[in-house]
């Protein structure tokens, strides 16, 4: 099978090794051992397997010995020797320049060397990848300046290997498992302003070294943190890209959405007692970081359609649209299934029903009007479905007397409401009686249900306290 590398981690710790005749005398080892013997790099984990089909040459021990010298440059040397070294001794070449202790310097010229004479293939731009990889870590690990990592990435444009995605993203990750934050904005900020750009910007990859870290502090929970990270660095004069945008109206949208946790939490809590009513400072608190969120997420959109242009307008409707269904903000979410209708990219028909639902709660009659015509036409269980968020959307709201015309509504198209619906409005009359015109309503709705045989026939009550006078009535 021939020699083989495997490129593993470096592990930080300091194994070099002193002298050429040591290093030399331990490759050595590893061929005089032949067959499928393991032969370990200690300044590198490197693994390199030989085999008596394919040794090292004399050449090989000779270069390294040279270069070590330092007598001429490396770039003098390998011309010398360069009919004499296989691409693998070549990769030792670097394995043993990159090794702590030695001057990393020569492993650039090396691979620059390389490059220019075409002898760079994929197990040894791998190589070098790795390599670079293992610097910036023990950059990073010796908390050295956010510069200093930035300076090594230009190094490495500089010959010719070309900064990957998956190298920004490998230094994000690294500082944010040190739990340096700071220094993880530090770096994204400096690669922006310093230009550099990524390979390998795939479907996987969209946003960049800002997306990819706005990204990373979402999976930690902290969306508000990451959405205000794309603002900061766009009010900066730091452009980030559209996916970094759109990955800040997700942070949005989530934070909108655990926020509403939250609070529906707090009203169960009220309700059993285990929490005091909140005071309108409470109230006004609560409203506005709310308000606050859904004011960056109207922002980062506008940015969207001003750089990204007409293709993206349907996704940011469609946010804008999740954002204020969480917000519950009914007239806003209905302005957003109107303007995604517009541009051929209708909603699903549940969101409809549920952005009526939240319009009713709020009593917003014109916009409840205008999504309720979707049921012209449509078929019984449509229709059915659509009246119960409608149904709901009013008992939410503490609504009655509109809940009732729904049910009532419902009968005269031969449909069921729902058991739990029913006896939800029929308590929410009772309970406001006296009320001016309940009481009409609260009948005319038990008269119907005794109709169609959902109610068994009611006995009405109503006493005249000045004639101190009790009259009944079978309904």
């Known amino acids: 099978m021939g020699q083989r590398l495997k490129f593993l981690p470096f592990d930080g710790t300091s194994r070099s090794v ?73 990769q030792l070449v670097l394995v043993y320049f990159a090794q702590e202790g030695r001057d990393s310097w020569f492993t650039l010229e090396v691979f620059e060397w390389l490059k220019k004479e075409n002898r760079v293939d994929k197990e040894t731009m791998e190589l070098m990848v790795s390599i670079m990889c293992s610097w910036v870590k023990k950059l990073i690990e010796a908390n050295n300046k956010v510069e200093d990592v930035v300076d090594l990435l230009l190094e490495m444009d500089c010959i010719g290997l070309k900064t990957s995605f998956s190298m920004i993203e490998k230094v994000i990750s690294l500082y944010l498992e040190a739990g340096d934050r700071e220094k993880a904005i530090l770096f994204v900020k400096e690669v922006m302003r310093r230009g550099i750009s990524c390979l390998e910007q795939d479907e996987g990859n969209k946003g960049g070294p800002v997306g990819y870290l706005a990204w990373k502090m979402m999976e930690e929970g902290s969306y508000v943190d990451a959405a205000k990270l794309v603002i900061h660095l766009r009010e900066c004069g730091l452009k980030p890209d559209i996916y970094s945008y759109l990955i800040a109206m997700t942070a949005i949208l989530k934070e909108l959405n655990e926020f509403g946790k939250a609070l529906r939490k707090l009203r169960s809590f009220k309700k059993e007692g285990l929490v005091s009513e909140l005071d309108a400072n409470d109230v006004w608190l609560t409203e506005k970081y709310q308000q606050d969120l859904l004011k960056d997420g109207l922002l980062i959109s506008t940015w969207v359609m001003e750089e990204g242009g007409p293709a993206f307008r349907a996704v940011v409707h469609k946010r804008l649209l999740a954002m204020y269904v969480c917000a519950g ?37 014109s916009s409840v009007a205008r999504l309720l015509t979707r049921i012209d036409g449509a078929s019984s269980n449509s229709k059915r479905k659509t009246l119960s968020w409608l149904l709901r959307g009013y008992i939410k709201g503490g609504h009655y007397q509109n809940a009732a015309e729904i049910v009532m509504k419902m009968l005269e198209f031969g449909l069921c409401p729902e058991f739990t619906d029913r006896v939800a409005v029929l308590q929410g009359l009772s309970r406001r009686i006296q009320q001016s015109g309940i009481m009409d309503t609260y009948l005319s709705l038990c008269k119907r249900l005794a109709d169609v045989e959902l109610i068994t026939p009611s006995i009405i009550y109503l006493h005249l306290k000045k004639h101190n006078l009790w009259v009944m009535k079978m309904i």
């Open 18 to 90: 002193s002298g050429i005749g040591k290093w030399v005398s331990f490759i050595r080892k590893g061929k005089e051992a032949g067959g499928d013997e393991v032969v370990k790099s200690v300044g590198f984990d490197v693994i390199i397997t030989t085999n008596d089909e394919e040794e090292m040459s004399e050449g090989f021990f000779e270069a390294i010995e040279e270069l070590e010298r330092m007598a001429r440059e490396p770039s003098d040397v390998l011309e010398e020797m360069n009919e004499r070294l296989s691409a693998r001794e070549m």
């Open 329 to 365: 903000r009914g007239v806003e979410a209905e302005r957003q299934l109107w303007e995604m209708k517009l541009l051929g990219k209708e909603a699903d028909g549940d969101l409809y029903d549920i952005v009526m639902a939240i319009c009713a709660s709020q009593k917003e009659s």
